[in-house]
């Protein structure tokens, strides 16, 4: 039973470039969170979509942009990349109807230069 | 504003020494306390939930704990491999599966 699995696992940008960073969920499972984890901190909550639509979102500006497919997998848009996007992005996984575990996948590590 | 305080953020422990990880909260209508562990780098992984005060859960050598104001993970007779940064997390609220963390305690077990 594949787990969640993300990519790219690491990636190099510029100052105001963009970037796409891809999630596909556990078996079974429908709906997908993102955060961002700085380092030494906790995952900070950034949005959820459900049924290819976001469902609920934390406090990120709208440079944060996001997308969900049939099949369940996601996407995170970072547009403007800005020297504190620098984190650990992590995809989260859960099943709506049940509504609390929520597994995580490797991450992607962005760095901003 | 809902809130989650682990302590202490970093703990050394010899090989078998016993110890307990705190995760202090506040919040309004807590759904669930999560904890994972997480390895430097990677992904966190999931350990436990605990829905209601006086649960408690265990797995090899960590047990989880749960009261109206915080939560402990025991940990017993340690081994390196339990080297690891443990995070706590709640779900608070209705109509949100959000997950709000603390800092974690980073643990490392000598030999």
């Known amino acids: 039973d594949a787990g969640v699995t993300q990519s790219p696992t690491h990636l190099i940008k510029t100052r105001g470039q963009q970037v796409t960073l891809r999630c596909s969920p556990k078996s079974g499972h429908d709906t997908v969170s993102w955060y961002q984890q700085a380092l030494g901190q906790g995952p900070q909550f950034i949005f959820q979509?459900?049924?290819?639509?976001?469902?609920q979102r934390g406090n990120f500006p709208d440079r944060f942009s996001g997308h969900q497919f049939p099949n369940y997998s996601s996407e995170l848009n970072v547009n403007a990349l800005l020297l504190g996007d620098s984190a650990l992005y992590l995809c989260a996984s859960s099943l709506l109807a049940v509504g609390d575990t929520q597994y995580f996948g490797p991450g992607t590590r962005l760095t901003v230069l | 504003e809902d809130q989650v305080t682990q302590s202490p953020e970093a703990l050394r422990l010899q090989e078998g020494e016993s110890s307990s990880l705190n995760c202090s909260y506040t919040v309004s209508g807590l759904r669930g306390l999560f904890w994972y562990r997480q390895d430097p780098g990677k992904g966190p992984e999931f350990l436990f939930t605990l829905y209601s005060a006086g649960e408690e859960k265990e797995k090899e050598r960590l047990k989880a704990t749960l009261t109206k104001k915080e939560s402990f993970l025991h940990i017993t007779a340690p081994k390196p491999e339990d080297s690891a940064t443990y995070l706590c997390?709640?779900?608070?609220?209705?109509?949100?599966?959000?997950?709000?963390f603390g800092t974690g305690t980073r643990l490392q077990v000598f030999p």
């Open positions: 979509y459900y049924e290819e639509e976001e469902r």
């Open positions: 997390a709640v779900q608070a609220g209705d109509n949100t599966d959000k997950l709000i």
